[in-house]
């Protein structure tokens, strides 16, 4: 089955149609009836995520801050 909505999915666990994964801002923005959380040994579940931006076009300071910030406190480890 594939559901594309964080809520919809939420739902359908709560309703009895099976277990999901959902990030813990879907869940903190949700009353939790009929929702266990569990925990699992090895999560979170660590994603690799990337910047995209358009190689001729001048980026704003918000986004030459954001990708700053990427670099120097998350886990960006490259800006190309």
Request: charge should be positive; include cysteine; aromatic fraction near 4%.
């Amino acid at each position: 089955m594939l559901i594309e909505s964080n809520e919809a999915i939420r739902l359908a666990v709560a309703s009895g149609l099976g277990i999901a994964v959902l990030s813990q801002h879907t869940l903190n923005q949700a009353v939790m009836g009929g929702i266990k959380e569990l925990n699992i040994v090895d999560f979170p579940i660590i994603n690799q995520l990337y910047t995209v931006t358009l190689k001729n076009r001048q980026q704003s300071v918000s986004s030459d801050k954001f990708k700053y910030h990427l670099v120097n406190h998350g886990r960006l480890t490259s800006v190309c």
